[in-house]
Nanobody, 122 residues
């Protein structure tokens, strides 16, 4: 079955950096859009970033543009989210997900991994 395993979360001071990774198995990785999402306490889940199967098309949440960078390594079945200049409002559980199709910026992903907690202290 499809598995998505996210890692790399932790506690960081405002202005710091973290890199999240998500390793996938059980799917034809390069045929899937991969996305990162986050959910803060008491808030709805929101799309953070997504990348097409080829890596040529990328989308970001406006508030993370210029600070976060998504990338993927299809040889390793892994997608990354490099987060820089982190802010306390970035604190959330971050999850990765995969979807077949063409639309990247949507919540309608087919497969979801467990989350990894990111805490940004002020």
């Amino acid at each position: 079955q499809v598995q998505l395993v996210a890692s790399g979360g932790g506690l960081v001071q405002a202005g710091g950096s973290l890199q999240l990774s998500c390793a996938a198995s059980g799917l034809s990785f390069s045929n899937y859009i991969l996305g990162w999402f986050r959910q803060a306490p008491g808030k709805e889940r929101e799309f953070v970033s997504g990348i097409s199967g080829s890596g040529r098309t990328i989308s970001y949440l406006d508030s993370v543009k210029g600070r976060f960078t998504i990338s993927r390594d299809n040889a390793k079945n892994t997608v990354y989210l490099q987060m820089a200049r982190l802010k306390p409002e970035d604190t959330a559980v971050y999850s990765c997900a995969a979807r077949a199709g063409v639309t990247i910026k949507t919540l309608l992903y087919d497969y979801w991994g467990q989350g990894t907690q990111v805490n940004v202290s002020s």
